[in-house]
């Protein structure tokens, strides 16, 4: 496949007033890279880009990943995030609720209802699965974790679990929801999200993977990473991921 006619995706985090940073940050690597797509695929985002016949890589949730992508793409690496509790390009999702409480009070409600982004989210629906111990009462989907937080800030919702870089995110950009909540818990640490190449680009990953390293330590990409809370690219396999398939009560 030409490398112009390539399609490469880094929505997972896919906010408005972040989208130039990530736009800098793709330039950077492909210039590391030396080919690629001259820019970002924005139209298709997931979860249909992951099935683009077109792809070389996105950025994908580690639960799909071991689930239905497992034969479709190889692993690159996870970017290591500044936010709190990241480690190494592991993080945990954040428990939070607009009552000042502990979990085991909201987990011993009969009535608790949690705001869930989506039941095929590794941060939002496994993870809490993990921290509840089984499943809350009820449940609501929110389709995101933005929506998520502004269901608990409102009281549609008791708890939620959300991703770490977004509510790391989430205090600047929906700092009014943010306010009103209270972090209750923690998920289990898990690898951040994967960087995936498709299958057909399984030879590129070493290019791949030493393009993003020396991307995200190129001063050129330097305003880019501290908007993103990227402070590394960590090099990561299936087999890091593949753990998380144990997580789920």
Known sequence: MPAEVAVASLAMYPFASLRGATDTLWSVVRQHLGWGPTTLEWTVL???????PQLLLAQTCGWPLVTVLTDDVTVVGAFDYDVPGA????????????????????RARADVVAAVNSTDSLSGWVSLQHAWGGRPAVIV?????????????????????????SWALFAELEPESVSLLHVVGAGPRVPCLPVVASSAHAGDVPALRAA?????????????????????????DLADYLPLRSLVP
């Open 212 to 236: 993003f390293a020396a991307a995200v330590a190129d001063p050129a990409a330097s305003e880019a990473c501290a908007a993103l809370r990227i402070r590394g690219f960590v090099p990561m």
């Open 141 to 165: 989907e929110t389709g995101s974790h933005l929506e998520s937080v502004r269901a608990v800030a409102t009281g549609r919702a008791d708890v939620a679990s959300i991703d770490a870089v």
């Open 46 to 52: 997931t979860p249909e880009v992951w099935h683009h």
């Open 87 to 106: 480690v190494d390009g592991t993080y945990c999702s954040v428990l939070v609720s607009a009552q000042d409480t502990t979990l085991d009070v909201l």
